[in-house]
């Protein structure tokens, strides 16, 4: 079974390294170098790849850096290579599959944060990699694409098993959990959830992976039932 490992790196960022039985290992958004390299000595690990859901500097910053000390090629999405750092030979594009040693990443293009964002599904391990798509109880701002591209990347992963564990790029489920009971005040799941983060996050300890199923029963941007209610959602998020 692939092994996952999470990288607190940044303030509330989460860079991850993943590696396959066979030993093949990549490290996914390297926003910070340093601590991705304390990591890996730490675990006496060497990576073989770089891969970046998009282009914001806090999944990328550490690329060159990395690139340079441990020569590893850089996939991200083909449609962003030319805002991220370091030098990428592997353009990524949606229904793309990337090996990871004899783990199988199946690329979901995600736009709505930015333009081409992706989403990296690993259907054996039963987890997803979505950058700054989909959060803990919430979802990432939309700087570059629109409300409607986001509610359909939504949709593309609310498609995958509930079982699913869901990887995100920031420690945000604390705050966006107060959004989503403004909104859901009578939601059981959702109470309880935020009881388990408050209790996780009491210890520091984080509140990631979560699953598909638990988005879809807390996360309100997962109930949104067209394109409309997903923008009159985020606007509210963006003021709240």
């Known amino acids: 079974m692939m092994k996952i490992d999470m990288i607190p790196i940044i303030s509330d960022n989460y860079a991850y390294y993943v590696e396959s039985d066979d030993g093949v290992g990549a490290i996914i958004d390297p ?30 910053n550490g690329n060159p850096k ?62 997803v990699f979505t950058g700054d798509t ?17 509610y359909r990347s939504f949709q593309k992963l609310a498609a995958l098993p509930d079982d699913t564990l869901v990887y995100c790029g920031h420690e945000y489920t604390k705050g966006n959990a107060g959004f989503c009971l403004a909104q859901d005040r009578e939601n059981p799941a959702l109470k309880k959830r935020i009881e388990e983060v408050k209790a996780l996050r009491a210890q520091d300890k984080p509140t990631i992976p979560t699953t598909i ?28």
Not at 113 to 122: D, S
Request: hydrophobic share 40%.
């Open 31 to 60: 926003g910070e170098a340093a601590p991705v390299i304390a990591y890996l000595k730490a675990h006496n690990k060497t990576p073989s790849y770089i891969i970046n859901t998009h282009h914001h500097w806090d999944h990328v």
């Open 134 to 150: 989909l959060f803990s109880m919430g979802c990432g701002r939309l700087f570059e694409g629109t409300a409607a591209d986001m």
């Open 66 to 127: 990395l690139q340079t000390l441990y020569d590893l090629p850089i996939a991200a999405p083909e449609k962003e290579i030319s805002s991220v750092k370091g030098n990428v030979t592997i353009p990524l594009n949606d229904g793309d599959i990337f090996n990871i040693g004899n783990a199988q990443a199946h690329i979901i293009e995600t736009p709505g944060h930015t333009r081409a964002g992706i989403c990296l599904y690993f259907p054996e391990a039963k987890a």
């Open 213 to 240: 199923g638990q988005e879809k029963a807390t996360n309100i941007f997962m109930k949104a039932k067209s394109a409309e209610e997903f923008a009159a959602l985020r606007q509210k998020k963006d003021n709240f």
